[in-house]
Each structure stands twice: as C-alpha cells, then as structure tokens.
C-alpha cells in the first residue's frame, strides 16, 4: 500500500502556567522586569550600543533568579516543563538539563530581535509576560530551508507543518520551548506598548 511518511519533524512546546498562583506570578514577573529594566544601567548602555530598540538585561545580568524572587519561582515552573519537553524529545539524558541563562526582554514598539539560534545550549525557550494587542509573534524557521534547492513554494493553504515559516503568538502566562538550534526571530512590534517576554537556556 501507497504511504507517504513524515519523518525528522520538529517539536514546539507550548503550555500556559495555571493552578493557583499564576496571575499573581505573572504580575510580580512584569513588575520585576520593568524594575530591572529601569535600574540596569549596564544593560540601557548595551541596548543603546547595539541599537537595540527596548531592553534586554542578556549581557549585563546573570542572577535574576537570586536578584528577584519571582524569577526564582519561574525557574521552578521551568524545570518541570523543560523536562516533559526533554521525555517528548526521547533525549537519552544521565542528569536532568539545568538552567543555564535567563533574561529579559523589553521590546518597545517598532522593535524587533532578529534571525537567530541559540549555541551552546540544549533547549532554550520563552515566558510571555505581557504581549499587548498587535505585538510580534514568535516566527520560527523550517530547519531545511537552506537545502531545498529548487523545491517549489509550498501552497498558502497548506499544513502549519508544511509552510517554510511558523509564527506562534502567545498569550500572557505561556511558555514556549524549542530546541536551541531552531533558528528563529522577534518581527517588528506593532503594538503601541511594550512587549516584555523572558527568555532562558537550558544545557
């Protein structure tokens, strides 16, 4: 019998944190963030150097979670995702993956975080803290793309799972998990307000 496989498919995770306690993390996390945001002088000057249009504290903090309590409590909700994640990847892993970075991202309107992959690390991933109507969704990029030659654009209404590009637009409350060498971006922010996400590593 005619059979058409799907074979190296990519998996996306994503969950929303519920249970009691989350509306209120998520408030003490947009809180935290636009604190940081404000006192962070070393990261306002990396942003600025960088053209960077908003705030991400990537390359001036490193200790969120000791620095503010509600990151603590985020990493805590994390590690029980990331490891569902890990066991739906099948990983063959000796120990359990472990955070390795986290950051914020503040992206003002017109923003945007541009085509990229995160090295060194096994599963990286995103909290959405406040993401205003019209702001950017995540766009992730079909791994392949780059081999494809003289394949044929795929049609518009084909399959989520067939089209060369995925955008993924989250509510407040969710978090998104890929595996850190899926290439992906941040499009320009078309809201009139900030859109602040959290983004993390695991290795």
Known sequence: MDKVLTLFAT?????RLNGRGAAA??????TACLSI?????AGQAWCREHGYKGYTSYSSLDDLPVRAPP??????HLDRHVAKFARALHYGLARPLKLDSIW????KPGGVHTSHIHPHSVISGTYYVATPKASSALKFEDPRLGFMMAA????PNAPQGAQPF???APAPGTVILFESWLRHEVPANQ???DRISISFNYA
């Open 11 to 15: 998996q996306v995770y994503q969950a």
């Open 71 to 76: 990151f603590a409590d985020l990493a805590r």
């Open 191 to 193: 809201a009139r307000e």
């Open 37 to 41: 945001a404000r006192d962070d002088k």
């Open 166 to 168: 995925v955008y993924v």
């Open 152 to 155: 044929p654009a795929k049609r």
């Open 25 to 30: 993390l998520n408030r003490d996390l947009h």
């Open 104 to 107: 914020i991202n503040v992206l």
